[in-house]
């Protein structure tokens, strides 16, 4: 990996980030909805009116909104709510480590479900295990998470009552409560998480079964344990970086409903409160936030990946 | 084509898929014919029926028939769904064949921004457009289609690219052939296949995402039996009535399920590996 | 003595939808210790199933149809999964055709040479260390104790080829199979592998099965000669014998499909008018983009001239840049420099016209891929008589000209043979009556007797419409038979541009006489 790849991927990940800000600043002054008219009230008169909307700058031409709306949210500064009146970026930061928590939950559950699961079906390929699985797969990858969470929550808060079916407590406060309450929703989003890792994995590993290398290493004499071991699952492993990393696209979205139904106050359900409410510096601060932890993840991973596989080589 | 059927249904997951979609394609084109009552004929002395004679898959708490606005759901659940995969393919496939052609730096510039948007994660995008252009099932289907268009214009321009390279392509171009020649006749026929696999799987996630918006409360709107709603709907009564809830999530899963099942398929069918 | 490896009786069957489909016949063969015995056979022969089946590595549609298969006393057939680890590798070594993916891209050398020879040989991780060092040393590999440390992606297709074959002789097995071992790799760098192995098997003494296609090499290389033809052995002689006196008509006609520089297939002079002049010609793949600097030109600066009815043979090893001299004649890969053709300077591929499209035709060397799958023959023979002016009812016309039947015109390409594309792809290329047609490796993926069908092919054609040919091929031998001049490319640069008669002289370019060198010509 050499220094000028590296600029090229940060650069590109700038770039990113341009283009995301253009789109949710143009998307959002799309909305019909007059901030002026939010933040007074129906029965505002003209004048308040007129002079709220010059105090935010309404009356400027759209290019030098962006500009006054970008430099500001390059240092974090995304104006206050309106809805509370509070600063928009803490509130919407605070809300995401508490989604970055059931996100980290679920893919720590996927990789050690997932992943273990799709070499093993790839390595009974065509037997009952590996039909099993697969169709198991199938399943989890054609369910919508409001079904997903709406059934789990039916058998294990309403027939069973085992968890809580809403609600979040910090780990902070009460670890053993906040293991409870978010039980469903990590096992919500693994369910689909896990269904989508296993069938790549299942994948990866009937490619790297069917490589030159590995019937190499059988025609060598070395023992299957030590074949699959040795040279399948380690060469099986490698993408492992990328599929996560993808996956954390489908997360980010995902979580906007999960949140929702099981009431998490994270970056999802602010996000949908905003957009419900119309309020435009809460929407705009939640989506930036989202594309760059998305746009942070990518790149992060592009990195490790070329540190850990050798074949790549970037000039 | 038909041999491409034969293809198709000759491995089970293939056979189940086109059944499945036959099945679908029955209750869209049919539902209010087949359906044993009316969608919203309420029976107040059935409500919460259980699943039985009178009602196949139960009553709601209005004691509406569960199958019969199954039935008539499909079409406000189905035909959207196909309707934004097929705007949003196409215009993906547009943007994508495009950009392969252009090549150089028309290419990079074209392609970095789509990977750029694609940053904003789909559903996201979709909830942003909707509440843009306001509540209601045809923004909705705009929404999904305008979220779909930039991975499909990747998944285009990677076919696009492949088949540029071929030498028959190169032989076309070589011979001084002008480039609607190309494009239409040397190029498309043959970058086809993966774009239809492709648009067939993200069919069901159309589907699944069509129903979340609605289950949002922000796609198609109650009277409507859309599927998504309809779990809505009966999420508060999952206590008395699971079957309510059960039969339009079995629904979504199952038309999901059929278009993977049909795309893999399909994939198969056209990409026959070899015996070894 | 008890043979080394006795194939007796041996038949192979593949299960497909269709029914079985036989591969191997009544194969007998024996190996004596130490000896090497050639099996040359030409695609679809059931060469390689013989080695797999040896190997015991069959795919699952494999039926075995009686015989038997011994190495020394084992009976391979009844060997367990737990006995073959112990047979494998140590007692019968593999050396495969492709290096670039025998070897696992993420584990050291060290250690895919160690772990067999750990296992095989008994030692500790520090003996087999040392003992691999030694081994690549005595493959000719520089500096073995910094190659242990590599991984495969940073060293050449040759030097894996030779890690692979110090791996097969360093766990001292009896018997090693060589399946093609030099095919996927350069002239140069496949007459040197040639060489390590005769020097290795003089120095250890070990039998080997030696399969390839190329029974000029063959010759040089084994002790006896077994000739594989649909599944069946159809001739064995010793190796100095068979190109002498070939019994069989099978062998005859293999041995006269070899392509030999001394018997020349053309004889007349072409023309003294030059057709097409090339002048400093660099092709250049990609603009200089941000951060990232233009890559070098394919090719440097390189001077061609092609004269009316001449056959110009290009050659050079992959990368030479010898295709992008194709790419930038036909306006396929942007170009700086000119070419004078016709009276008219171009400068670039935008100033070719439809005229000197239609003047110079290229064909490709991938009949899969040249032609498109989704049209019929007709369609794709009559679309050049569309747009030069041709009359569409000529397809019959074309496809006679290049033996093939008419009805053919309603086949799709997918019906036909690799050999069949490749008339179809020349019909193409004749359909606008050129001037000049450059054929871009087309024999190269050709077995050696449809390789003499289409080389007789082009010759009948050059004599029907007197049109040049620019013929570029790795393979010197059979560019000798029919070129006038030929020209050398290496990394880009043309070392040499000669009539063939001056290659035998003695100021050809170091290069060429080493490319020379490595084109095995048949003994005998």
């Not at chain 3, 040639?194 to 190329?214: G, M, P």
């Amino acid at each position: 990996m050499s220094p000028v790849w590296l600029a090229r991927r940060l650069l590109l990940m700038v770039y990113t980030v341009i283009i995301v800000c253009v789109l949710v600043f143009a998307i959002t002054q799309a909305l019909p909805a007059d901030a002026a008219q939010t933040l007074l009230g129906e029965n505002a008169s003209p004048d308040a009116l007129a002079a709220v909307r010059a105090r935010l700058g309404l009356n400027d031409p759209v290019w030098l909104q962006f500009a006054h709306w970008a430099s500001r949210a390059a240092v974090g500064n995304f104006g206050v709510s309106m809805r509370t009146g509070l600063p928009v970026a803490p509130e919407m930061l605070t809300a995401l480590s508490r989604s970055l928590l059931l996100a980290l939950c679920a893919i720590v559950v996927t990789l050690m479900v997932g992943v273990p699961l799709g070499i093993f079906a790839a390595l009974r390929q065509g037997r009952l295990t590996d039909t099993v699985t697969s169709l198991v797969a199938y399943l989890g990858v054609s369910l919508p998470e409001f079904v997903t969470a709406t059934v789990l929550t039916l058998v294990f808060s309403d027939r069973l009552p085992w968890l809580p079916a809403t609600g979040y407590v910090s780990p902070l406060e009460d670890v053993a409560a906040a293991i409870g309450h978010l039980a469903l929703p990590v096992l919500t989003v693994s369910v689909i998480l896990v269904a989508h890792v296993m069938r790549m994995m299942r994948s990866e590993t009937l490619d790297v079964l069917q490589s030159d290398y590995v019937r190499a290493a059988r025609l060598k004499g070395l023992p299957e344990r030590i074949v699959v071991v040795r040279h399948v699952v380690r060469n099986a492993l490698l993408p492992v970086i990328t599929i996560v990393a993808l996956d954390v696209g489908y997360l980010l979205g995902g979580i906007i409903v999960i949140e929702e139904i099981f009431a998490i106050p994270g970056i999802g359900r602010a996000l949908m409160i905003a957009i419900t409410t119309r309020d435009l510096p809460s929407i705009q601060a939640g989506a930036m936030i989202m594309a760059v932890t998305y746009a942070l993840t990518n790149t992060a991973a592009d990195v490790v990946y070329a540190l850990i596989d050798r074949r790549i080589r970037y000039d | 084509m038909i041999e491409l059927l034969g293809r198709l249904v000759r491995k089970p997951q293939g056979a189940i898929g086109v059944v499945l979609l036959v099945l679908l394609a029955f209750a869209c084109l049919l539902g209010p014919w087949l359906a044993p009552y009316a969608p919203e004929k309420m029976d107040f002395l059935g409500r919460f029926r259980a699943p039985g004679w009178q009602n196949w898959f139960g009553a709601d708490q209005f004691g509406r028939d569960v199958l019969s606005r199954l039935l008539v759901g499909a079409r406000s659940t189905v035909p959207m769904a196909l309707a934004a995969t097929l705007i949003g393919s196409a215009s993906g496939a547009v943007i994508g064949t495009t950009s392969a052609y252009l090549g150089g730096r028309a290419d990079e510039f074209i392609m970095r921004t789509n990977d750029a948007i694609m940053a904003i994660p789909g559903l996201l995008m979709a909830l942003l457009l909707v509440s843009t252009l306001g509540n209601g099932a045809g923004n909705a289907v705009i929404a999904i289609a305008v979220a779909f268009a930039p991975g499909m214009a990747r998944v285009t321009r990677a076919v696009a690219l492949a088949v540029r390279n071929q030498d028959y392509v190169k032989a076309a171009i070589a011979r001084g052939e002008g480039p609607g020649w190309v494009i239409l006749r040397e190029m498309l026929p043959n970058a086809m296949a993966p774009i239809v696999i492709e648009t067939t799987i993200r069919v069901s996630f159309a589907i699944m995402l069509f129903a979340t918006l609605s289950f949002l409360g922000l796609g198609a709107q109650p009277p409507a039996s859309e599927w998504g709603l309809m779990v809505a709907d009966a999420r508060q009564y999952m206590h008395q009535a699971p079957w309510v809830l059960i039969a339009p999530s079995a629904a979504i899963a199952l038309a999901a399920i059929a278009f993977n099942l049909v795309g893999d398929g399909l994939r198969d069918a056209l990409n026959p590996r070899d015996e070894r | 003595m008890r043979p080394a490896l006795a194939i007796s009786n041996y038949g192979l069957d593949y299960i497909t939808s269709a029914g079985p489909v036989p591969v191997l016949r009544d194969i007998s063969l024996e190996i004596a210790p130490g000896e090497v015995l050639g099996l040359v056979g030409e695609s679809g022969s059931g060469k390689s199933s013989l080695a797999w089946a040896l190997m015991r590595h069959l795919p699952a549609n494999a039926c075995e149809k009686g015989g038997s298969l011994a190495l020394g006393d084992i009976d391979l057939q009844r060997l367990t999964a737990k006995q073959l680890t112990q047979v494998r590798g140590r007692r019968l070594g593999m050396v495969f055709q492709d290096p670039s993916t025998a070897l696992n891209p993420t584990l050291t050398i060290g250690r895919q040479v160690t772990e067999a020879l750990a296992r095989h040989r008994g030692l500790r991780p520090r003996e087999a260390d040392a003992l691999a060092i030694e081994l690549l040393g005595h493959v000719e590999l520089r500096n073995p104790a910094a190659l242990m440390r590599r991984y495969p992606h940073e060293i050449s297709g040759g030097e894996k080829q030779r890690v692979i074959i110090a791996t097969a002789f360093g766990c001292k097995p009896e018997v090693i199979l060589f399946d093609e071992p030099t095919t996927a790799l350069d002239v140069i760098t496949g007459a040197r592998i040639l060489d390590l192995f005769t020097r290795l098997r003089t120095e250890t003494k070990v039998a080997a099965l030696y399969i390839s296609h190329d029974l000029a090499m063959m010759t040089r290389t084994a002790d006896r000669v077994a000739v594989i033809k649909h599944g069946l052995v159809v001739e064995q002689a010793p190796a100095s014998e068979i190109f002498r006196r070939p019994r069989q008509a099978d062998t005859r006609a293999l041995v006269a499909a070899v392509p030999r520089p001394e018997r020349r297939l053309v004889h007349d002079r072409p023309e003294e008018s030059v057709l097409l002049a090339a002048n400093q010609i660099e092709v250049h793949y990609a603009r200089r983009g941000l951060l990232r600097p233009a890559p070098p030109p394919a090719t440097n600066a390189v001077d061609l001239t092609v004269r009316a009815g001449e056959i110009l043979g290009l050659v050079g090893e992959s990368g030479s840049g010898k295709s992008s001299i194709a790419r930038a004649l036909t306006g396929l890969a942007r170009f700086s420099g000119d070419i004078a053709f016709a009276g008219r300077t171009l400068r670039s591929g935008d100033d070719m016209d439809r005229a000197y499209r239609r003047d110079v035709q290229i064909v490709f060397q991938h009949p899969d891929s040249s032609l498109n799958p989704r049209h019929r023959i007709g369609e794709i023979l009559s679309r050049p008589l569309k747009l030069y002016g041709g009359n569409p009812v000529d397809v019959a016309r074309l496809l006679e000209q290049v033996r093939l039947p008419a009805s053919y015109a309603s086949r799709w390409p997918h019906q036909l043979s690799g050999g069949e594309k490749q008339r179809v792809a020349i019909a193409r290329a004749f359909a606008a009556r050129p001037k000049l047609v450059i054929c871009d490796e087309i024999t190269a993926p050709l077995d050696v007797s449809v390789q003499a069908q289409i080389i007789e092919l082009l010759l009948a054609l050059r004599a029907e419409t007197g049109a040049a040919y620019l013929f570029i091929t790795h393979d010197l031998n059979l560019i000798r038979q029919i070129a006038h001049r030929i020209a050398v490319m290496r990394r880009g640069e043309l070392v040499d541009c000669l009539p063939v008669e001056a290659f035998d002289a003695d100021h050809v370019h170091p290069y060429t006489r080493e490319l020379m060198a490595a084109s095995p010509t048949p003994v005998g």
